[in-house]
């Protein structure tokens, strides 16, 4: 069977990696949750105190401790950063509300990217973020772009949150969420946007066996046709 690199954009809270991790293991891909990268070297600049200008720092940093990916035996995804795990840190308020900034920094994005496209290289693949469909695969079979109300992804960040026992208010989250999709469609470099041949699919009052089945339809329809 004809395997496809599937790329999956949109804001933050928007479901994509629930989804995407959902149809991974349905069709027997690989997932790269991007997000996590960016969220991992904004832990090492937090844990070395690096500031905005220190970007030469922060990139030397990226190179000695490489993130790295596994399997935990429940089936959920580890991130490490170097030896260390880092899944649970780089979820934090303290990461969240530093993200974007390192996630604009060129240098940064540069390193990530190139990594991204050398994962994605063996094919079968689902990769979510922002920039996935415009920058990181722009020839990927097929783009999606969800979307939701931001008082729906508060809610469900909200939700997430008190599940992991991270402290969370509603109020703060919507006005977090509303930030950071600002700054994430603000910025100079790969902003966030759907790719011109994206399918945006808005996800609001939509269950997330909805959305699946939306994507392996088609997914399906595609490979089917190869
Ligand atoms: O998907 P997430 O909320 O875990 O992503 C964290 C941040 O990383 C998000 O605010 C923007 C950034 N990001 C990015 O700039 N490009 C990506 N491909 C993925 C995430």
Do not use: C
């Amino acid at each position: 069977m004809k395997q496809i690199t599937i790329a999956i954009d949109g804001p933050a809270s928007s479901g994509k990696s629930t989804v995407a991790k959902i149809v991974a293991d349905k069709l027997g891909y690989t997932y790269l949750d991007t997000g996590a990268m960016y969220r991992s070297v904004t832990y090492l600049a937090l844990q070395h105190a690096l500031p905005e200008e220190d970007i030469e720092e922060l990139v030397k940093l990226i190179d000695q401790y490489p993130i790295s990916f596994s399997l935990a035996e429940d089936g959920s995804q580890l991130v490490f950063l170097g030896e260390q795990n880092v899944t649970d840190a780089i979820r934090q308020n303290d990461v969240t509300a530093n993200v974007s900034w390192v996630a604009a920094l060129p240098q940064v994005r540069e390193k990530l990217v190139k990594e991204q496209q050398r994962i994605a290289k063996t094919g079968a693949i689902i990769m979510d973020g922002r920039d996935i469909g415009t920058v990181v695969l722009p020839n990927a079979e097929l783009k999606i772009f969800l979307n939701a109300s931001v008082e729906e992804r508060a809610e469900r960040r909200y939700k997430e949150n008190q599940a992991k026992g991270i402290e969370a208010d509603l109020e703060r989250l919507k006005q977090a969420i509303a930030d950071r999709d600002y700054k994430d469609s603000h910025r100079k470099v790969s902003p966030l946007k759907a790719a011109d041949d994206a399918i945006t699919f808005d996800t609001t009052g939509v269950s997330i066996d909805g959305v699946v089945a939306f994507i392996l339809e088609k997914a399906t329809e595609i490979i089917d046709k190869q």
